[in-house]
Structure formats: structure tokens, C-alpha cells
């Protein structure tokens, strides 16, 4: 009886197979699902690196490291399925996850502050220069709450609600900021088109300041509304059925971040900004 009370082991099933259900993961995921989302994320960062040094767009730099810290998250979640009760290599792939969007994030608060230097600054409705500065600021204290309570709640299960909290209060710090950002940019938009209507010319071609200036909002939706999921996922708890559930974080997490790289990839910004500093060589 002893004896086989020793051998009893109940990450595994009686076939050896491992016993998700008791892992971090709360079910078995699909090794093809981390596989494709890593594969796809690996290729945006290549297109995106190519890109960024055709377009010398050193500005771009977050967004870069953030699809390759996502492809390295999905790499490492691949791992993790292989080996589910490996603490430090789930924590790993659920911190590069959730973590890496506020880099894409901060390459949105630069942008914003770009196209209003390149096209109507006098229509910020606030110092357009302080744009960059002050939500950075920002993302920097979201990115470091949200790193401090995964830390947490990785790697002591007695705390796991602490570190939910702590997370969800850097999420809600990112969706705060996020959310007067675009406050902001609607602002600007607003009394940009007023501008051009009364005869006033941009810096740069109409039609390109407002083409990056749409695939920004668009992309910076995508980034928002991941959030959002984030947010409303960590409010069920660590082992609430959203979290439980691979399909809801590849539709609102992978599918929300992908897009939103991929909105820069079709036009990006460097395309833009090359066309105002030849403007700008001109007025010289």
C-alpha cells in the first residue's frame, strides 16, 4: 500500500500522459496553436527589422523588440507544453505574453507625437511634445507593475491573488493611459480636418499624414482592446474559465497584437516621415 501510494504521481494520468488539468495551464493546450502564433509573430519581427532599417526608423525600435519578445513568448510556450509543471518556463512564456504589447504601445506614443509634429501641431490639443514623455512614463510604470505582479503570482501559488491584483492594476493603469491617449488624438484629428477644410496646407501631403494617422488609431484600437481582455480575463481569477481556455487569449491577445503590428507593416510610418523631412529640406 505504501508502495504504491509512493509511486502515485498526479501530474500524470495511469497512461504516463501529463495531467494538464492540475498544471498552470488548467487544461491542455495545442503545441500547433503556440506554433503557429510564434512562427507568425517571428515573421512580423523580420519584416518589421527589414523595414525599420530601410526606413532607418530607430523610433520603431519598441515595436520590433516587442514582436519578438512575442514570438519568443510562444516559443517558450511550446516548451512549456512539453514540460507543464516547469515553473520558470510557464512563468517565462505567460510574462513575455502578456508584457511585450505595452512596447508596442510606446512606439504608438511616439507616433502620435510624430504625425502632429509633421502635419498640424497647433491642433494637439495639448504640448505636442509632451506626448512621448508623458505617456511613456506611463507605459513604463504599467510595463514594471505588470512584471512585478507575474512575478508574484508565478512563482508563489499561496499569493496568486496579490499577483492577479497587482497585474490588473498595471492593466488598468496601461487601458487608463491608453484610453486619454486616443482621447487625445480624436482632439487633434478634429481640428486637423477643420485646418485643411479652411485652406491651411500640412507639412507633409494630406493624404499621408491621414493614412498613418488612421493605421495608428486602428493599430492602437487593436492594443486597447487587448487590454480590455486582459482585464476582464484576470478579473475571473488565475483559474477563471477565460484563462482556462487557450481560444479566447489567441483571439483577443494574439489575433489583437498581430493585427496591430501588422497595420504598420502595410504603411509604415518610415514612408511617411521620409516624405516630411524632404518637405522639410525643401522649406530649408
Keep these: 500500500m505504501n508502495s504504491s501510494a509512493a509511486r502515485f504521481d498526479p501530474t500524470r ?7 494538464y488539468e492540475v498544471s498552470p495551464f488548467g487544461e491542455q493546450p495545442r503545441v500547433s496553436l503556440a506554433a503557429i502564433a510564434a512562427a507568425v509573430y517571428a515573421i512580423l519581427f523580420a519584416i518589421h527589422l527589414i523595414q525599420g532599417i530601410r526606413y532607418k526608423t530607430l523610433y520603431m525600435a519598441a515595436a520590433i523588440a516587442g514582436a519578438f519578445f512575442e514570438a519568443v513568448g510562444y516559443f517558450c510556450r ?17 510574462s513575455f505574453i ?4 505595452v512596447l508596442v504601445a510606446a512606439t504608438q506614443y511616439v507616433m502620435l507625437e ?6 498640424y501641431p497647433e491642433a494637439s490639443p495639448v504640448k505636442h511634445t509632451l506626448i512621448t514623455k508623458t505617456f511613456v ?5 504599467a510595463f514594471f507593475v505588470q512584471v512585478a505582479g507575474s512575478s508574484i503570482l508565478l512563482s508563489d501559488r499561496t499569493k496568486t491573488d496579490l499577483g492577479l491584483r497587482i497585474m490588473m492594476a498595471g492593466l488598468v493603469v496601461q487601458v487608463i493611459s491608453f484610453a486619454v491617449y486616443l482621447g487625445i488624438a480624436v482632439i487633434f484629428y478634429k481640428r486637423a480636418k477643420i485646418l485643411a477644410q479652411g485652406g ?21 484600437m487593436m492594443v486597447f482592446l487587448r487590454s480590455v481582455f486582459r482585464i476582464i480575463e484576470f478579473s475571473y481569477g488565475f483559474r477563471g474559465f477565460i484563462a482556462t481556455n487557450e481560444v479566447y487569449m489567441y483571439v483577443f491577445d ?3 497584437m498581430m ?3 501588422v497595420a504598420f507593416n502595410v504603411n509604415h510610418p518610415g514612408a511617411f516621415l521620409r516624405a516630411s523631412h524632404e518637405f522639410d529640406a525643401e522649406l530649408k
Design 254 to 256: 494574439f489575433g489583437l
Design 259 to 261: 493585427l496591430a503590428l
Design 137 to 141: 512614463i506611463s507605459d513604463v510604470i
Design 78 to 94: 511550446i516548451v512549456s507544453i512539453n514540460d507543464p509543471f516547469n515553473i520558470p518556463m510557464y512563468s517565462a512564456q505567460y
Design 200 to 220: 491651411k496646407a500640412a507639412l507633409v501631403d494630406r493624404q499621408a499624414w491621414r493614412t498613418i494617422f488612421m493605421t495608428l488609431m486602428a493599430s492602437g
Design 114 to 119: 510624430k504625425v502632429m509634429h509633421h502635419s
Design 13 to 19: 494520468h495511469p497512461d504516463g500522459t501529463f495531467n
Design 98 to 101: 502578456v508584457v511585450s504589447p
